[in-house]
């Protein structure tokens, strides 16, 4: 079977040509979609999964690449929830894979996923890949880089690095990128949940933006 092709006549199948126009809008016209919404995007992909038995085999890289190349956004998305469907299977040779991911046709809407979920992920199991790869991602000149250094710990609450963490947010703490600050904000935030005398520690210790600041603090 052509993966790629099957699932391209699949989404093609469900465009809607009336619900891209605000999916683009939203995404400030970066990207072209289908107007396929993620409810229906999900139930589709779950279907070719079953349909192709894709789940089974090996992890398909060239299958997540060529996704990779297509214009419309949906296709992305299909990329990630199929890794995010088989992460048992990602280890730390895959870190080259998701850097390539968040390196290209690089947004908010992909890096925020892969950061967490698949980042995330693979330094849990593997934690020798954050000194040899997170580590440089973090003083990375690419932006989405170090936004995924900052949000790799973004589920693991009481098993977060909290030094880890706040060596992340004072080498970025001068950055005025809005998604940058925005990363330093959701990162504190996520971990006031768990610890807010640490974040509270660390918004009084390290000079943040005000973006930084008022996200950080909203549960404290």
């Not at 940058?180 to 949940?193: D, N, T």
Request: aromatic letters at 12%.
């Amino acid at each position: 079977m052509n993966y790629i092709n099957e699932l391209e006549t699949i989404f093609v199948g469900h465009r809607n040509k009336e619900m891209a126009v605000p999916m683009e809008k939203y995404m400030r016209n970066q990207f072209s979609y289908l107007g396929i919404k993620t409810p229906e995007r999900k139930k589709l992909l779950k279907e070719f999964f079953q349909a192709s038995a894709i789940l089974q085999k090996p992890l398909q890289q060239d299958f997540v690449l060529a996704l990779w190349e297509k214009d419309e956004r949906e296709y992305q998305y299909a990329a990630l929830f199929y890794l995010e469907s088989i992460r048992k299977k990602l280890g730390p040779t895959h870190l080259e894979l998701l850097e390539k991911l968040i390196t290209t046709k690089s947004w908010w809407d992909t890096v925020d996923t892969i950061a967490p979920k698949l980042v995330g992920y693979i330094a849990a199991k593997y934690p020798e890949v954050i000194p040899a790869k997170i580590d440089h991602w973090a003083k990375n000149n690419n932006i989405w880089l170090r936004r995924t250094a900052i949000l790799f710990q973004l589920k693991y609450k009481e098993r977060t690095n909290e030094e880890l963490l706040l060596q992340y947010i004072e080498q970025n703490a001068g950055e005025q990128d809005f998604f940058i600050r925005k990363a330093i904000g959701w990162a504190l935030r996520e971990y006031s949940k768990t610890n807010p005398q640490s974040v509270k520690q660390i918004i009084e210790k390290v000079p943040l933006s005000n973006l930084s600041v008022r996200e950080g603090s909203k549960y404290i």
